[in-house]
């Protein structure tokens, strides 16, 4: 981590508050601001930002951190990179430096650079002329073609392999990056579009061809250390500041289709690397947006794709609408034909996946079949179960009667037997994760969170914790307690906001830091409730280590190391009663 002093120097500069009404309206309730989170679909204001200590928490998703923490989620870049944006708004220069994997490939990503400024140079050369005339029928214009980097790979074998040689790159190294195939130049004759990962580093490329030909339409680089198909989102880089804009994220199937939709200014889009998303592409979006429209080909195996991709998207936690192409349609076709305001109109009325997913089910049920009847409505009712608006659930029920000519009440008494069978799920989760909750807050565990709260706002806490060498009931408490107490005698004092920071690689301890901050306790403490909160820390020492040596009492065949045993456990239970 980069100099403590000098990140706590950046964060003291700047205003949470300030910081956070750039991007989201607050209003002052009480001793707090609150505003609508940007990080969940949220309704009303659950996010409470705290001008004193100068940290920010959603009441909801739970997010929370400093003005750190708060632009990387909002900007969705690293800390270094958040640090270096602080920095720069406050006049304190920071030199961004490449991350340790960057250095690692450094000449990967070198290689790849140059390869597309070289691929762009050929497009606008005499050679590239039949090239140029392609994208231009196809409504790619000069500005279009430098926003997405587009080049050509020429007709001339080993143009690229030539050129890299001449600047000294083996080529071990060009084969394996997929520029050369037997050290040969892999893309001959083929329109070139670069391919960006999340930093906007070029990782690769795809060609397509633009001539008659029998190859295969689309060709990829092949994947390396630096590029991996499944962890790559087309256009993400770019569409950050676009979908922080319009709060929501669109998918796409393909490079055109993306492209396309920039011309006519719809540029908060990506494009998958195939039609299934991975869990590392869903981990992307999370960082792009909750909210997800899926725009993908209106074909079969795009409408397959849609309720797949669909599907994984909802059980990640994300909100998911469905901009419905039909009539085997694709955004690039659909867009060329119909134009900006009908694809306008088209996202303005999205579907929601539930009525997306509903719509699906009828298609090709045969309505005079018994069966095929009977399994239609259950799917759909079991569909309607899932949705939490009562007032959709009564719509979507009647809508379904109408269909089907079956009784209005017949098909609520089944749905309600569906909604029923969701709660007994539901219940069982939460009393679950209830029970887990109430043995986390009994009163040992509450003691240890409230002398660490005290210690945070307290040095004389601290001092106390130095010298009575309290042990807490579990590592995570032992270890935060341990670093608010090297960080005080490291730092002179405790800011709750610096000490986020320093937190910000010790994942497991800031799930702890941030539970104890939410504790509703009073500033002042007194000595008799600390040495409270020391008594019980100790019993519970006490209690633990009388548990340990009956156990060990139960494992001796020896009578007289049992009887030893045992009278250790007699002066323990003595010292635990003086206490």
């Known amino acids: 981590m980069d100099n403590q ?18 991007y989201v309206p607050l209003t002052k309730k009480g001793q707090y601001y609150w505003g609508i989170c940007p990080f969940h679909n949220d309704k009303n204001p659950s996010m409470s930002v705290d001008e004193k200590r100068q940290t920010y928490t959603c009441w909801s998703c739970h997010n929370s951190g400093n003005v750190f923490n708060f632009i990387e989620q909002i900007e969705n870049i690293t800390f270094k990179e958040a640090l270096k944006m602080l920095g720069d708004r406050v006049g304190i220069s920071i030199a961004k430096t490449p991350s340790t994997f960057e250095n690692k490939y450094f000449k990967y990503y070198e290689i790849y650079d140059i390869t597309g400024k070289f691929y762009q140079l050929m497009l606008n050369t005499e050679n590239g002329k039949n090239a140029r005339e392609y994208l231009k029928k196809r409504g790619i214009d ?13 007709d001339e074998k080993n143009k ?58 689309y060709m990829n680089t092949k994947e390396t250390p630096i ?13 950050k500041e676009y979908v922080r804009l319009e709060k929501y994220v669109i998918v796409m199937e393909g490079f055109m289709d993306v492209i396309r939709a920039s011309t006519i200014g719809v540029k908060n889009t990506v494009a998958l690397m195939g039609t299934a998303l991975t869990d590392e592409q869903i981990s992307l ?13 209106g074909d079969n195996p795009g409408l397959e794709a849609t309720l797949h991709n669909g599907e994984l998207l909802e059980k990640a936690g994300l909100n998911v609408k469905v901009i419905y192409l039909k009539d085997k349609e694709d955004p690039d076709s659909y867009i060329l034909k119909n134009g900006k305001d009908k694809f306008l109109s088209l996202i303005e009325s999205a579907l929601n996946y539930s009525d997306f997913k509903i719509e699906r089910l009828r298609v090709g049920v045969n309505f005079a079949s018994d069966m095929e009847l009977s399994n239609y409505v259950n799917n759909v009712l079991q569909e309607t179960a899932l949705i939490k608006d009562e007032i959709r659930r009564e719509i979507i029920t009647k809508k379904l009667a109408n269909e089907t000519n079956l009784s209005y009440n017949t098909l609520e008494k089944k749905l ?25 807050y009994n009163k040992y565990t509450r003691a240890c969170l409230e002398f660490i709260y005290y ?21 995570d408490m032992r270890n935060l307690a341990g670093e608010i107490s090297y960080y005080y005698h490291n730092y002179g004092d405790i800011v709750i906001a610096d000490f986020y920071t320093y937190l910000n690689d010790k994942k497991e301890l800031l799930v702890v830091f941030e539970e104890v901050l939410k504790l509703s306790l009073e500033e002042e403490i007194t000595d008799i409730t600390i040495n409270d909160y020391v008594k019980v820390i100790a019993d519970y020492n006490v209690r633990q280590e009388i548990i340990r040596l009956e156990e060990m009492i139960r494992k001796e065949p020896d009578e007289l190391e049992k009887a030893k045993l045992a ?4 002066l323990l239970r003595i010292e635990g009663a003086k206490s």
Do not use: W
Request: aromatic fraction near 10%; charged fraction near 30%; include cysteine.
């Open 567 to 570: 009278e250790q456990i007699r």
């Open 285 to 297: 979006l999370k960082k792009l947006s909750l909210n997800v429209y899926l725009c993908l080909d």
């Open 5 to 22: 002093n000098t990140i706590n120097d950046i964060r003291s500069k700047i205003n949470i508050v300030d910081l956070i009404s750039e």
């Open 160 to 217: 690229l392999v030539k050129y890299l040689k001449e600047k000294k790159y083996d080529m071990n190294t060009l084969n394996d990056l997929g520029l050369a195939n037997q050290d040969n130049d892999t893309f001959i004759s083929r329109i070139i579009f670069p391919l960006d990962d999340r930093n906007g580093k070029i990782v690769g490329f795809s060609g397509r061809i633009y001539t008659d030909s029998k190859l295969s339409k």
């Open 142 to 154: 000069t500005n279009t073609i430098k926003e997405f980097g587009i080049g050509l790979a020429l």
């Open 455 to 475: 210690m945070l706002i307290n040095p004389k806490i601290i001092r106390i914790y130095d010298n009575k060498k309290l042990y807490f009931i579990n590592a």
């Open 416 to 440: 309600n037997e569906y909604i029923s069978q969701k709660k007994e799920k539901l219940n069982g989760i939460n009393t679950d994760y209830t029970a887990k909750n109430d043995a986390k």
């Open 227 to 239: 590029f991996k198909k499944g962890s790559c989102l087309y256009h993400y880089h770019a569409s």
